[in-house]
Nanobody, 121 residues
């Protein structure tokens, strides 16, 4: 059994900062990519940032220079530091992990339940 759990969302004023955390737990053999996605009301889910096990990263153009993704491989945890937040960053933020579980012959993506981020004055 594998679980992915996000934390750290909330309400913040424009220009403020938040740090999201996401931990993968359970019978995990290896994790490749971990990433953050978001879905605003009435819109499709979109990639925010992704980080490989070796540390290479990729960001959506809309968050470059404001958001930073990082991970702690020993803790199977990924973080998203969000600075200079804008109202258009308001969304439910989802974490995922592309991993292989013990006893499984294949890699698959596991998703968290999401955490709400609201940027408003």
């Amino acid at each position: 059994q594998v679980q992915v759990v996000e934390s750290g969302g909330g309400l913040v004023q424009p220009g403020g900062s938040l740090r999201l955390s996401c931990a993968a737990s359970g019978s995990i053999f290896s994790i490749n990519y971990m990433g953050w996605y978001r879905q605003a009301a009435g819109k499709q889910r979109e990639l925010v940032a992704i980080i490989a096990s070796g540390g290479s990263t990729n960001y959506a153009d809309s968050v470059k220079g404001r958001f930073t993704i990082s991970r702690d491989n020993a803790k199977n945890t990924v973080y998203l530091q969000m600075n200079s937040l804008k109202p258009e960053d308001t969304a439910v933020y989802y974490c995922n992990a592309y991993l292989k579980a013990y006893g499984s012959s294949s890699w698959r993506t596991y998703w968290g339940q999401g955490t709400q981020v609201t940027v408003s004055s």
